[in-house]
């Protein structure tokens, strides 16, 4: 296989969650410009930019209207996707973040946070890789964190599910990795987004998440793009159960 066909998406179709804005969006028309044509599944309204953007780039792209808040539905939603759609690419990229002192998380909150980045990421997971790991090829990207390593501060639920989604990611590899399935993750660093504006609207910590940055700077969702395409296609055949941090080298500090 050439080095071009190694990184092409061409001819498969990747459903991306999440991707009215942030990361999402930079990976799912990354995905576009590798070939792939594109399901979003979000809330629907939020993604007329995202959609207009691929139809620019020559590909097809189909928005699925689903509030990750509600498992029960999402795994309703993806039950159906699966038995209409061929999917051959999941990347599971939406996820909220609530900052609280440990002592004050409240009850509604960590359901929240649990039920968006987690249990909707298990069971959309769930109903898509079935008719993969029937046909016998698929790819499964989670969205990850330094906080699947890192315990971080006043982000508790935050952290507890991204440690769970890199246990999930390497669970569901184990099972899937016969049946030509792969399941990888990406960690990102510090990006630049919504996600992370508190952060940055406080000059202090501003200063200190860059200063140990060893890249020197925070990331941009265009810096995931590569990573997703690799794991997206077949340069990462015969990786499983991999977490890619992409992190200007945080972690390795
Ligand atoms: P973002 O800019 O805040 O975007 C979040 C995305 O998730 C949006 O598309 C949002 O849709 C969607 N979403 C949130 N709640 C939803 C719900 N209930 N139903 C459907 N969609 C929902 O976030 P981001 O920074 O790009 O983060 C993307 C992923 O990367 C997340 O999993 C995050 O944890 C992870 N991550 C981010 C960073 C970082 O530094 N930014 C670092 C590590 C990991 P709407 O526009 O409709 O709200």
Request: aromatic share 4%; net charge neutral; proline share 4%.
């Amino acid at each position: 296989m050439s080095v071009e066909a190694l990184f092409s998406l061409s001819g498969s179709t990747a459903l991306v969650t999440g991707a009215s804005r942030g990361i999402g969006r930079a990976v799912a028309c990354g995905l576009a410009a590798a070939g792939a044509d594109l399901i979003l599944a979000g809330r629907a309204a939020s993604h007329e930019d995202t959609a207009a953007a691929i139809t620019a780039l020559g590909r097809r792209c189909t928005v699925i209207d689903i509030d990750l808040a509600d498992p029960a539905r999402v795994r309703s939603v993806a039950a159906r996707v699966a038995r209409d759609e061929t999917v051959d690419v999941v990347i599971n990229n939406a996820g909220i973040i609530t900052r609280d002192d440990v002592l004050d998380v409240d009850a509604g909150d960590w359901a929240r946070v649990l039920d968006v980045n987690l249990t909707s990421l298990f069971f959309l997971s769930q109903q898509l890789a079935a008719p993969m790991a029937a046909r016998g090829r698929g790819k499964i990207v989670n969205v990850a964190s330094l906080l699947s390593f890192q315990g971080g501060v006043r982000v508790t639920p935050y952290t507890v599910t991204k440690h769970a989604v890199a246990g999930l990611t390497r669970a569901m590899a184990n099972e899937l990795a016969p049946r030509g399935v792969q399941v990888n993750a990406i960690a990102p660093g510090y990006i630049a987004t919504d996600n992370t504006e508190a952060l940055r609207a406080d000059p202090d910590r501003h200063r200190a998440i860059t200063e140990r940055i060893p890249a020197g700077r925070w990331g941009s969702p265009d810096d995931l793009v590569g990573a997703a395409v690799f794991l997206a296609g077949p340069a990462s055949d015969y990786v499983n159960g991999h977490v890619l941090v992409v992190d200007g080298g945080w972690l390795a500090r």
